[in-house]
């Protein structure tokens, strides 16, 4: 009898279904579909391998397992060690697949931001047709600075690249050359250098204990008079108390966040009443555009390849490191 | 005593008059601003020169006028002989001065239809925080049709490149190669053929006999169920009825318009009521953008040096053609 995989995806299709069963089936494995987490808590004990959308709970009680494949980018509900009955347990990510559907975010929001669309929409759903007093914005001349220079990053900095900003400078942790469309790479040493230099901060960073709080209260006061801010990587990233206050004075002209703390945000929440800000619920790496379906799927498959010929996992995640 | 050029612009800055000033006094002309057209009726008889955002009432009262630069792209207002005071009397316009700022607006609600930006924003207003039911869509491998492919629909199509859609195809009166961010280039003979082939129309035509009602409902219809239609030209090309009965019927996937008839649109006109309609007050080619104000001088000023020189002017508008 041949081993089980264990499949757990909110975005499953009859084509999706198929190109998973196929792969299975030719090294003789079977697969299992659970509708959701609850329903494969305690009945996935025969499931060496995971992929998908799995809570804690369905790993935490998963006897054989050996590797699991999540759909997420962020795995740090992941990482820690005694999570897994087997303490040699693979985890992979789909880090890769989100890079286009958020760039595009994040191109969506700056240029919103820059264009005052939130004011725009608003005047138009209240019966008006004006042009507000004041000025706009635009991404041309823009001095951008990208905190995270992985996939989302990158992708955002090429699609940036096109509107001609002033400068695009990549901001990481560690000093390696970035991808040619950053006319400059920085490491996070250097942020507070950069941050008075910058029109536009896009963040995209992993929730890792280096990242926690990074724009804090005395760096957002760095940046420039009317700075933008826009986040797609974790909300602890950002002291949101300190994002109001300078949202609300005027200070900073504008901020989109897809990611916040906690979430979901309660509909009293003070973030839902800051002056100039743009919250989405989570969905800049959004699960329902096909492309991001397919890539995940593909990254697995291409992965379960490896895992069968008793290669390392190409999108493997250092659980020490966090991603 | 020296001529007088008159300006209207409601964007003037003292670095702007500084600008105007100093080319005017180069030849020994003089400058008179007026805060509107209202207080220019009447006043401007000592203008050879007309500069900025006159009403028709300025241009036909104004006795000396030989030369009247329009800080506007569309001039469809300007082009009647009979209300010219002299019949030789020179117009020019501030096309190629919008393309920047309208390709950043083309971008942004492009990209606001296709992830559902409307709907996100409407859950967030109201205090919801989920994803949405369905999927949402991406520029990447879109089929984009930009009918209009001049100074504002090449800047979008250079733009748009950059997030790889499937193919962009450019429609335009004449048979002339277009700019390489075009696949292809096709005349307004062959939009039908074409449109069967677009997930998202983008329309960029100034007005004139040609235009109006280029968007009939019948060729509405020939477009994909769930397209989309983006219109920044002006609001006569599209037969608003018909739009908004495809996309309460879901036939379209929703469409974003900057032009509209009549302008202001009443606050109770059903295109506000249009499902997945994003409606923008004629912003898109946003006066209040500084680069867009700074480029419209810029092209006064080349064409008055042309002018003062006895050359063509450069940005001429044949008043027959319209454009």
Known sequence: MGKTIGVIIDFLTDDYRRQIDAAAAKHGWKTRYFPDSRSAVGNADDCEILYGHCSQKVIASAKSLRWFCCCWAGVDRFCKDELYQNPDCLLS????????????????????????????????????????PGNIHSLYGCRITVLGA???GTQFARRAKAFLPARIVGVRRSAKPGDPAFDEMRTNDELDAVLPETDLLVMALPNTPDTAGILSRERMALLPKGAYV??????????????????????????????????????????RGAKNLLLTPHVAGNMTLPYTQQKSIDMFLEDLENYLAGKPLRHAVDRKRGY
């Open 150 to 152: 992985g996939d989302i």
């Open 93 to 132: 990510n789909s880090s890769g697949a989100y890079g286009l559907t958020i760039s595009e975010h994040l191109i969506m929001t700056s240029l919103m931001l820059l264009r005052r669309q939130l004011e725009y929409s608003e005047l138009i759903r209240t019966g008006g047709w004006d042009t507000l």
């Open 230 to 271: 826009v986040n797609v990587g974790r909300g602890a990233a950002v002291d949101q108390d300190a994002l109001i206050d300078l949202l609300n004075s005027g200070r900073l002209g504008g901020a989109a966040l897809d990611v916040v703390v906690p979430e979901p945000l309660p509909a009293e929440h003070p973030l």
